[in-house]
């Protein structure tokens, strides 16, 4: 442990001490690890709104979050614990719904245009 | 056997109040523990029990007991405080020996409590002990790097509209031979750290939102290594990350061996 060292980027290695420990590998660590013996106070954590608590690590409210339908933490890993892909499919990124949409209006542009060709 | 619970009946209860213990860990018998400071500012206590040593902070049951600890739970800030404090304690002994770190919100009635389950979970708690000893959790993590745009546009006939199509139909092939790639190189890359470790887990990748990486994770490996050998792991991650550039490696620790320290079968890599 002499020498503690963050690596990233290809080999760039960072000194750790300046960094402290993230939060999110903190909670994961001390949320989903570490040995389970049964306390005198039985509060299970799967029994807690994981899905409350998780939105308000990212996200400002739970309202924000349905308003603009978000609903990613169905199929997390994290929350929903065992099944887990290697790859998650993410979040519905807006740049991707527009890209999925440019093509077609493309198209549709690109008919019209032949259209009014064939016409005029 | 003989000391069982002799040091829990010593220091049991506060002034009477409702006190109940949280418990960070489980230690061996040390001659002295530096100062810690645990759960909302106080002490650190030890309960010696069975040739082991649990590691509490005393709390009120009016905040800890059951419903209010579920409630306290679904507060960040409070979680992040608390996970903190935890965290905090059980890095502490681990940097002067070896802990089984216990899972979050772990709470007894009263010392004594915790004193019956060091006796009646010893063999294991031993055996996690011995797991753990002079060895620490590094942490790997590995990001997608996103493929370049793809090259020259293929010409062909066709109108703008086509032409786009075949652009993005390009585009999306790019990014799903990408995450492919990715997710090869994630597999072989913890393939051979696992080697070099004593033992590996290969969790669930963070969701991007929780990591905070612009693109998604494909690796959360953890590995258990010698403490000896901790400079001749990172230098292997820094080889890795030259060889395998379809993934960022990054390389967090020396954490207290959280994921070591269930008794689980060795996880196998996805691939």
Redesign the interface.
């Known amino acids: 442990?002499?020498?503690?060292?963050?690596?990233?980027?290809?080999?760039q290695?960072l000194p750790?001490g300046h960094e402290p420990?993230?939060?999110?590998?903190?909670?994961?660590?001390?949320?989903?690890?570490?040995?389970?013996?049964?306390?005198?106070?039985?509060?299970s954590?799967l029994?807690?709104?994981l899905l409350?608590?998780?939105l308000?690590?990212?996200?400002a409210s739970v309202d924000t979050a349905r308003q603009i339908g978000i609903d990613?933490w169905e199929h997390?890993?994290?929350l929903t614990?065992r099944a887990?892909p290697?790859?998650?499919p993410?979040?519905r990124d807006p740049e991707e719904v527009e890209?999925q949409r440019?093509?077609r209006v493309?198209?549709r542009?690109?008919r019209l245009g032949t259209l009014s060709e064939e016409e005029g | 056997m003989s000391a069982t619970a002799d040091a829990a009946v010593a220091g049991a209860s506060l002034a009477g109040q409702e006190s109940?213990a949280w418990?960070h860990?489980?230690i061996g018998e040390r001659d002295r523990l530096p100062e810690i400071t645990g759960i909302e500012g106080q002490p650190v206590r030890e309960i010696r029990a069975g040739g082991l040593t649990a590691v509490v902070s005393p709390v009120s049951?009016t905040q800890?007991?059951?419903d209010a600890?579920?409630r306290n739970?679904?507060d960040?800030g409070w979680?992040?405080r608390t996970?903190?404090a935890?965290?905090l304690v059980?890095d502490a002994l681990s940097r002067t020996g070896p802990v089984?770190?216990?899972?979050?919100?772990?709470?007894?009635?009263d010392e004594g409590?915790v004193a019956a389950?060091l006796a009646e979970?010893s063999m294991e708690?031993r055996a996690?002990l011995d797991r753990v000893t002079d060895r620490?959790e590094w942490?790997v993590k590995g990001y997608?790097v996103p493929a370049g745009a793809p090259q020259a546009e293929p010409a062909g006939p066709g109108?703008?509209?086509?032409a786009?199509?075949r652009k993005?139909r390009a585009q999306l092939m790019a990014r799903d031979e990408g995450?492919q790639a990715?997710?090869r190189d994630?597999?072989v890359v913890h393939a051979a750290l696992s080697e070099r470790a004593v033992a590996s887990r290969r969790?669930?990748?963070?969701?991007?939102?929780?990591?905070?990486a612009d693109t998604?994770m494909?690796l959360n490996g953890a590995y258990l290594v010698d403490?000896a050998r901790?400079?001749e792991f990172?230098d292997l991650?820094?080889v890795l990350?030259?060889r395998y550039?379809a993934v960022?490696?990054?390389?967090?620790?020396?954490?207290p061996p959280?994921?070591f320290?269930?008794d689980e079968p060795r996880s196998e890599p996805?691939?």
């Open positions: 442990m002499t020498r503690p060292t963050v690596v990233q980027n290809s080999g290695v750790a420990a993230n939060l999110g590998d903190i909670l994961e660590r001390v949320l989903d690890r570490g040995i389970v013996i049964a306390g005198d106070i039985r509060v954590l029994d807690i709104e409350t608590l998780k308000r690590l990212v996200i990613w997390d890993p994290w614990s887990r290697p790859i998650e993410g979040p890209a440019r093509p493309a198209a542009a690109e | 109940g418990l860990g489980v049951l800890y007991g059951e600890l579920r739970l679904e960040l979680l992040e996970a903190r935890h965290h059980v089984v770190p216990a899972r979050l919100a772990t709470v007894y009635s409590r389950v979970r708690l996690a620490a942490g997608l109108g703008a509209g086509t786009y199509l993005r995450q990715a997710a994630a597999a969790h669930a990748p963070q969701d991007r939102r929780l990591s905070g998604a494909v403490s901790a400079d990172a991650v820094e990350a030259g550039p960022r490696l990054q390389i967090t620790g020396p954490w959280y994921s320290a269930a996805d691939q």
